[in-house]
């Protein structure tokens, strides 16, 4: 910034008062083509296309100027009624809209069309600037930073961009890819005050319809995924206090409604990443979790979940392993953990490992005595071990074919040895694979059964329970696999799921059980 | 389960942040291109006044069932929008044609009487956008080059 | 218990996709169809 040459801010800020005028007049031409013509000229002979680091410099100055004319405007009118707000938007956007254009002009027509690497480098320089230009902003500003000429020139750049034209279309998922970049940048846990205009950002219809529906062969997905968890890490340490203060119970709920467009419109993608979702979430975060793990493929009829006597093995499904796109095995850390892990696995030693294991999940995270996220990979990973052990054998999950194996030993291990935050997060971890009819559910949920029967105090059995019914007490949706476990468990005998004494310890209780029992029966 | 946590420094300092960028959420016109003639002013009515636009609203059924002046309103002041957009769709199902270098919709009031490669000649009934009233024109040239 | 997802303005018994109408996160309305900018033929910009 100290290293402007002198002259430079003044020709900027000559050349960007010539630009807005030359935008807004009636010669500006169809898209203002006519007006670009002839400003390249002026930026020709004002030296700013001489060098990369001139046009960068002009770009910082440029966005600088944009924004400090918003600051003044806004800072003329604090207080005024909402009419007046919209004037001071329009005066805002007058200038924006008109620098956004510039930027889009000159990212379509560097380089010849064919070269699109000099439009995607343009591209990535600008948006850099521009984070750059809010994140010293965002420092400098404190509560005083507005994320509005910023959420502008990003929306409007973006919506320019993803035009009906050939030069764009040949560069969108590098466009799209920039701006991922970009806001995982600016994500939330770094620009707080920028959080609001970032979640409109990456809900916004054009920015969903290109992520989500348009890119071919789901590319955007995984980009898409990342900005998710991004949002749900920021949130995660006041969501896991639930106590949640007007600005974050605002963000909370603006999330569960852009979770609920994709539960609708792409309930595949929330099928495949929510392994990834479910690793960052805070566990006591019942109902968004819920919301994700309810998702189910649309071509796949779910069978009511209250059908006397639904014979879920016998479901097409229900043997089929579900599409997993987070590399979990890879976070069973450390090497040597994962080295034993799978020669226990394969041959039972050494025989050590299952009791070493509580030592491994323990963690020195403030807040949490265990590593929640390696008990997730460590359920499903062995989870995983089991299914194909089972499968190898021409076999099928159920309560006799899952017992006496490593796998289940480990299961039980923990079941037994952890205390009861650990026991909590481990039966969390495999509650979290309750879904739609899929091998995974179907494992997981004879596993949680079969550790309810064989457990050897009440207090097991009772915090299965528990985990359960705090998914199913609140509101909807309630994943499918967790509504035939908890069928099962009050329906089959097997479990003398009444006897126990904890379904009696309290009248409120007594009901609560017996108003779910009813709701499924 | 799992009892609170003590939220960090760098947590307070965020939700400060976040306290502050709350009293100027995002307005949803900020991420729309500006609208000159018919700017978001949102205003309070009564609650017996229909606060939801009608199902289906965004539908050319339903732009079909508007008078040709909604339509004409719509089109002329709903710029660069899809209610523009679905609007001209409805008036090209209802014959109506538009004129790119006089920027109006026209319709045939009778056969022509002359046609052409390059144009149609005849009786049009037109809608004046200046004068806010559909007129007639007899004699009228139609040249297809102007023909959307 | 959480909220009742079905309060958050968002029709979701619709046949249509939600995200094209899907108008922000803090308000539970979808766009009008005057809301939604779209690429029409530039001679439809008559402004």
Redesign the interface.
């Known amino acids: 910034i100290d290293g402007d040459p002198p002259g430079l801010h003044e020709k900027a800020e000559y050349l960007l008062r010539e630009w807005v005028n030359m935008y807004h007049s009636p010669a500006a031409g169809r898209d203002s083509t006519k007006a670009f013509t002839a400003f390249v000229q002026q930026m020709h002979q004002q030296g700013i296309l001489k060098n990369d680091d001139v046009i960068t410099r002009f770009f910082r100055l440029c966005s600088e100027m944009c924004v400090d004319l918003c600051y003044r405007a806004m800072g003329e009118a604090t207080g005024t009624p909402p009419t007046n707000q919209a004037l001071i938007r329009a005066k805002c956007f007058y200038t924006l809209d008109a620098f956004v254009r510039l930027i889009a002009l000159l990212i379509k027509h560097s380089g010849d069309n064919a070269n699109t690497v000099t439009k995607i480098n343009l591209l990535n320089k600008v948006l850099g600037i521009v984070a750059g230009v809010l994140l010293q902003d965002h420092i400098v500003r404190m509560t005083e930073f507005q994320q509005l000429p910023y959420h502008r020139i990003f929306i409007m750049l973006f919506i320019e961009l993803n035009a009906p034209e050939h030069i764009l279309e040949n560069i969108n998922y590098q466009v799209l890819t920039a701006f991922c970049n970009t806001f995982h940048v600016l994500r939330p846990a770094k620009s707080p005050g920028f959080s609001y205009a970032w979640l409109e950002f990456i809900s916004h219809r054009v920015f969903i319809g290109r992520m989500l529906a348009l890119t071919p062969q789901q590319k955007g997905w995984g980009m898409y995924a990342q900005l998710l968890i991004d949002l749900f890490k920021f949130l995660a340490p006041f969501l896991r206090n639930a106590d949640l203060t007007k600005p974050t119970q605002m963000l909370y709920k603006g999330t569960l409604r852009v979770l609920l467009v994709l539960l609708h419109d792409f309930p595949e993608f929330l099928c495949d990443y929510h392994y990834g979702f479910c690793d960052v979430i805070p566990p006591n975060c019942v109902q968004m979790r819920n919301l994700i793990l309810s998702a189910f493929p649309r071509n796949m009829r779910l069978p009511d979940p209250f059908t006397p006597n639904l014979k879920v093995d016998m479901l097409t499904d229900i043997s089929l392993p579900p599409r997993i796109l987070i590399n979990f095995a890879s976070k069973i850390q450390p090497a040597q953990f994962k080295k034993d892990l799978d020669s226990y696995l394969k041959s039972r030693s050494p025989v050590t490992f299952v009791s070493d294991l509580r030592s491994y999940l323990q963690s020195s995270e403030p807040g949490t005595r265990y590593n929640i996220q390696l008990m997730n990979a460590l359920v499903l990973y062995v989870g995983t071990q089991a299914i194909q052990f089972i499968h190898s054998k021409s076999l099928t999950p159920s309560m006799s074919t899952i017992a006496h194996s490593a796998h289940m030993d480990i299961f039980q291990n923990l079941a037994v040895a952890l205390d009861t935050e650990g026991r909590y997060l481990f039966l969390t971890a495999i509650a979290n694979q309750l879904r739609y009819p899929n091998s995974h559910t179907h494992y997981f949920s004879c596993t949680l059964l079969y550790l309810f029967a064989e457990a050897n105090t009440e207090a097991i059995q009772e915090q299965i329970t528990r985990v359960l019914l705090e998914r199913l007490i609140v509101n909807r949706p309630h994943p499918w696999g967790l509504l035939i476990t908890f069928i099962e468990l009050i329906k089959n005998p097997q479990f003398k799921f009444w006897n126990h004494e904890f379904v009696h310890c309290a009248p409120e209780i007594e009901k609560l059980f017996e108003s779910v029992a009813r709701s499924c029966m | 389960p799992l009892g609170p946590v003590p939220l960090s420094r760098e947590n307070f300092y965020q939700l400060q942040m976040l306290e502050a960028a709350y009293h100027h959420l995002p307005h949803p016109s900020d991420s729309e291109r500006q609208r000159s003639f018919l700017p978001r002013n949102p205003c309070p009515t009564p609650s017996y006044y229909p606060q939801l636009p009608p199902p289906s609203a965004d539908s050319v059924e339903f732009f079909q069932r508007l008078s040709t002046e909604t339509l004409f309103f719509i089109f002329y002041y709903m710029e660069g929008t899809k209610a523009q957009y679905l609007a001209a769709k409805a008036l090209k199902k209802q014959s109506w044609r538009f004129h790119t270098r006089y920027m109006m919709w026209f319709q045939r009031h009778e056969e022509p009487k002359t046609i052409t490669e390059d144009y149609e000649q005849g009786t049009y009934i037109y809608f004046d956008y200046e004068k806010w009233c559909q007129r007639k024109k007899e004699g009228f040239t139609f040249e297809y080059r102007y023909l959307e | 218990?959480?909220?009742?997802?079905t309060t958050?303005?968002?029709n979701?018994n619709?046949p249509e996709?939600?995200?094209?109408?899907?108008?922000?996160?803090?308000?539970?309305?979808?766009?009008?169809?005057?809301?939604?900018?779209?690429?029409?033929?530039?001679?439809?910009?008559?402004?």
Do not use: A, K, M
């Open positions: 218990p959480g909220i009742d997802l958050l303005g968002l979701l619709s996709n939600l995200y094209s109408t899907f108008q922000s996160p803090w308000v539970d309305l979808p766009c009008r169809p005057q809301d939604i900018d779209y690429h029409v033929p530039t001679e439809y910009l008559t402004n």
